[in-house]
């Protein structure tokens, strides 16, 4: 009988944690197929600046969305894509 090793790469478990969670899950899906600024999407999603800043951070971090500051707004663009069956990090 073989044995098959499975490596697991504790940053796979971090992205599908934050994924899972219902606002940050939906700065993923509002952002996939177009820029949004923070303050937009915390109007969007009846959240606060800072709390909205937060998950835009650490979504960041983990390599989710790409940030870039034009003057005072930070825009936010998913670096995932929800296809019918599927998910997919660009």
Known sequence: MNKETIILDERIFKKIKAMGKKKRFAILWLTQNKELTVTDLS????????????????????????????????????????KQNEIVLT
């Open 43 to 82: 109007k969007a999603l009846v959240l606060a600046y800072t709390k909205c800043t937060t998950y835009v951070s650490e979504l960041h971090k983990l390599g989710l969305v790409s940030k870039r500051k034009e003057g005072r707004q930070v825009f936010v663009k998913s670096k995932v894509l929800f």
